[in-house]
Each structure stands twice: as C-alpha cells, then as structure tokens.
C-alpha cells in the first residue's frame, strides 16, 4: 500500500476565462491609482508647508499697535474689586458658624 500525501499538479491552466472580470487589470489600476494618490498628496503637503511657513512682514505705519494702553482707572477698577472681594472672605471666615439645633 502506497500513502501519496501530495499529488503533483502538471496543468496549471486557468479554467474558464470570464470576459467581465479581469483581475489583472484592476489590480493595476488600484495601485496606479494608490501611487498617484501618494505623490499628490506628498505635493500638496509640500506645497501647504511652504505657503503656511513664509514669512509675514507687518508694516507698523499706519496701523493701530497690537497691543493697546491699559487705562489707570480701569486697573484701579480691578483692584478695588478683588481687595473688597478679599475683604468679603475675611469676613466669611472669620465669621462664627451659626449652631444649628438637631433636635429641630
């Protein structure tokens, strides 16, 4: 008794060819398409870097600073409100804790 684990295949044609899909040539064309799709993105890449990274020139002529003068009594203002604010906490704390009746 002879065991034939593998059988060696001598005919490697291709069974009935269908006219409608041709796997080849999407194949081709799918990674035509991912190489195309590659190079542009890495393009466009470049391109978006070089436009985002020049350099800005402001003109300071003729244009309002960005950076404005803070009025004195608007500092005065703050101030004034943090300080009663500061006082109204001393008061909080200092203040005894009212003694609430649990047999109410």
Known sequence: M???????????KKGEESLWLHVNF?????????????ISSLFL???????????????????NPQVEKVKKERIDKVLLYFSLRAQKS???INSPAPVIDPSL
């Open 2 to 12: 002879q065991i034939k684990f593998f059988k060696k295949e001598k005919n490697f």
């Open 26 to 38: 999407y194949w081709k064309w799918a990674v035509i398409f991912v190489f195309v799709a590659a």
């Open 90 to 92: 001393n008061q909080i």
């Open 45 to 63: 890449g470049y391109f978006l870097f070089m436009k985002v990274n020049e350099e800005v020139v402001l003109s300071g002529e003729g244009t």
